[in-house]
Every structure is written in structure tokens, then in C-alpha cells.
């Protein structure tokens, strides 16, 4: 399965090593990342595999939340059939 | 991969503008729970319902938290419970405990269907069940109750509309102490559907699987916002809009059934293709109409936006969904909406106008408060006024009417929740329609009936 991992908030240094940190310690590989400054808003989005992660999605979604938590960002996890379905006819 | 602003906008919409599935409704059928011992009969329909529901909260959430779509309400709707008592007997109150204990077994917030369809007349069980859903409503907390009094096919069961006004005043009289909630969980239909996932009205219709997955869709936010990107587009336009918002949020509810079904192994039934309010800020159906240009719903000009509402959002929804059913439209329930409320009390909103929204839209005069004095021979005129439109327009329509027992003009009803609070309304109470509910009998199928 795949997820995409969005990251909202204030440009910082670090953003992505400390979202990359996490995947890796869960074993989420990640596929792709784009980022971009929206409304004066950094996003980053990250496409990830998550079939062979090392603990359940419950836990590394709520791993990704207490990031954001501790850093002033939104930080979601979401699959990615969600966007297709949406997005794509 | 997908596009960054297309993720963006998925989020926002789920974020700031309050979009989220407002129902996953399981319906289940207990026609196989009737039993000759009554007793029997409710322990089968325990059985049942929880042995097959017994996953729905839990798959809910995991869905909820794997797609990251909030998901507010869980449910179930059961066969209408006067077919179950036709056969088994017994007191119908016994049943609505029964459906109450497997609601509170499943953790479910809502189940609907202790209902009897007498759009024709009674059958056996009928008039016993609808006797006793004042009780059974005040006994439950999280039973439902709907009653179809009225079809296209089959005309106006007038006598049950007399009868139904006196249940809806008596339910209101039993729950006076805790807000009149009785009424709130109470519909009479007029072409009720048989596969509505939204409460209070949901039943598990006999032409139904055993079992089968429902989902209601939400986001009236999510269309006042596209529209307020486009202050000056023309209606045309507006309704393109629309149409292009309401297949965005209707592809979420088709993939939260599918996956739902999927999960559980029972089949996908349908999406419901609907605006429902919250009282939440920025989740009004009302507000959408101010947005279209309106200085307040409920004012002249008021039918005609909400008539190009509902049908760009069904137009939108259509393509979006393999299957789509159940009541399909925006709702303009009073109590749940901030804008409606907001309306209401500043008397741009009345009764009458309400009526006529509910002629181009889905479903009827929904969650609304009337004096606590308004006779049932006038409640019961309410609901024939409002099934008149629905059957003479081939659309469903309801009335869910909640008399303020021992409150005046200008005092609110206050129920907390989804169910929201709402201003007493003006209803015409100087003369009456006394003699026409008296009268009772039939009135026979419009001529929009012969279709064959």
C-alpha cells in the first residue's frame, strides 16, 4: 500500500531529515518527494511504500502526528487512493 | 504522483472546510429473526445485528484513520420492526430495547427502523407499532422511528396522518422534561427510500440484500467555499462549479463504501448523494445559498437557489458514484444548521418558505420547533401538506416537527450534538384544520401514478 505523507507549516532546517528519520525507523520506503511554498505556507509531500513497515500504519501514522506535534506542523498520513479517487477519473 | 495542489486542496477540504463522510449505514434485513415466542424473536435480532455489525465502529475508524477522512457517524438500519411484530408479536417497546441493547453492543450512535410503512393502510403489527413509538422513543436513547404514510403509487393514508399528529404531539409530551427529544428521532414519510443511510429515517427496506453497506456524504463547506472563489460568476457557472465540488466529495464516499464493504464482506449498496449541515460554523447548507447571493436564507429568491443547488450537486454526484440511492439532495434540517438557525430566529425563515424548499429539494420540513400548544389536528395537516408535495412530485418527503411542550414563541429547544437547537417557529394556530384531518380515509394516487 501506498501512503502520501504531507507536511504543512513554517519553513525550517531539518523538515525533511527528521520526516525521512521516521520513515526509515518504521521501514517506509519513500518513492517520492516534492515540496513547495504555498500561501506563504512550506508543504512537502511525500509518496511512501508501506508494505513491509515494521510496526502497524496506526502506529507510524501516530508517530508522523506527534512529529508535527513537537515541531508546529501538520504533519498526515493518508492513502493514496484517496487523491486518485478524487483527483482522477 | 499526484499532483501537489490536488493534495492540497483534499486536505484543505478536510481541514477547514468540515468535509468528511457523514454516515456508514449497515443496513441489515431480520425478516429470518421472527420467532412465535416474542422473547425469542428480539434475542434473534440481538444475534444478528451484532454478529454482523459487530465490526462496523472498528472498520470505521481504521478506514478513518488509513485515508484520512473523518467518518462521524456509524449506523445501522434494521427491517421496520411492525413487519418483525406481525409475526411474532409482543410489546413493540420489547423491540426497541432489543435494537437499543445491539446499539450499545455495537457502539453504533444511531439505529433506525423501528418503522412501519402504511402508505395504504394498516397491516397487522402496523397500528401497534406506531402506538407505541412515543414510549419506545422515550425508553430509547439511540432508537429511531420513521412511518411512510403517503407514495406516489399509493396516494395519502389519511387516517394514519391523523393518527401520526397525535403520536407526534404524545412524543413530545413524554420526553417534555428532556427537550422534547422524542420528536427528534421521529419521521413520517411520504415515498419513504429504501435505502437511506441518513437518520432518523433509515429502514432496511424489504427489497434489500441481508445485508449491505450505505454511505452518506457531507460537505455543504466545501461548496459554500468554491463558491466564494467566484463572486461574480454567473449562475451557469455556478452550477459547474458545484457540479465539479459535489463529484470531488462524492468519489470519497464511493471509495470509503467500497473499501467499507470490502472490509467487511457485505455488499456495497449505495451513496447517498447529499449537503447534510452540522451546526458546526462553515458546514450551512444555508450559508451556500447566502453565498449565492442571498442577504439571508429564507428570503424571496431562496426556492430558486436551492432548486440549481440541488440538482448541480446530483448532477455532479451522478458520475462520481456506481450506485447511487437513498434520499440524494441538499437537507435543510432548521435545528442542525448555523445559517438556518440564524434564519430562523431572525424571522427571514418561516414555515411556509420551508414548505416550498421542500418541493425542490431533498427531503422535507426536518428538525423544526413549533409552539408546544399546536393541536394535533394541526401537526397532522402538516404532515399532509408536506406528503402532498412528495406525492405529487414523485420525491421523497418528510416532516420532522418537534412541539416545545410548555414553551412559547420566542424560547428555543436546545438538544445538544449533530441534533443542534433551534427557535420556536411561527405555525398558524388562529384557525384550524379540524374538520379535514376528522374527515380521514384515503386520498387516491395523482395521476402521476399511471406511468405503465
Redesign the interface.
Known sequence: MKTVVSVIGKDAVGITAKVSTVCSECNANILDITQSVLQDMFVMVMLTEIKDLNCTFSEFSDKMKELGKANGLDIRVMHEDIFNSMHRI | ???????????NMI?EENLDIRTITMGISLLDCCDSDPEKACEKIYNKITRLAGNLVKTGEDIE?????PIINKRISVTPISMIIASSGGDPVMYAKTLQRAADATGVNFIGGFSALVHKGFSAGDEELIRAIPRALAETTNVCSSVNIGSTKAGINMDAVKLMGQIVREAAEITADRECIGCAKLVVFCNAVEDNPFMAGAFHGVGEPDCVIHVGVSGPGVVQAAIKKYPNATLGELAEIIKRTAF?IT??G??VGTEASKRLGVPFGIVDLSLAPTPAVGDSVAHILEEMGLDSCGIHGTTAALAMLNDAVKKGGVMASSYVGGLSGAFIPVSEDAGMIAAARSGDLSLQKLEAMTAVCSVGLDMIVIPGETPAEVISAIIADEAAIGMVNSKTTAVRVIPAIGKQKGEELDFGGLLGSGPIMDVNLNKLPTKFIDRAGRIPAPLQSLKN
Open positions: 504522483m499526484i499532483n501537489i495542489h490536488d493534495i492540497m486542496e483534499t486536505i481541514s484513520k488509513e485515508f484520512g477522512i470531488k468519489r470519497m464511493q471509495l
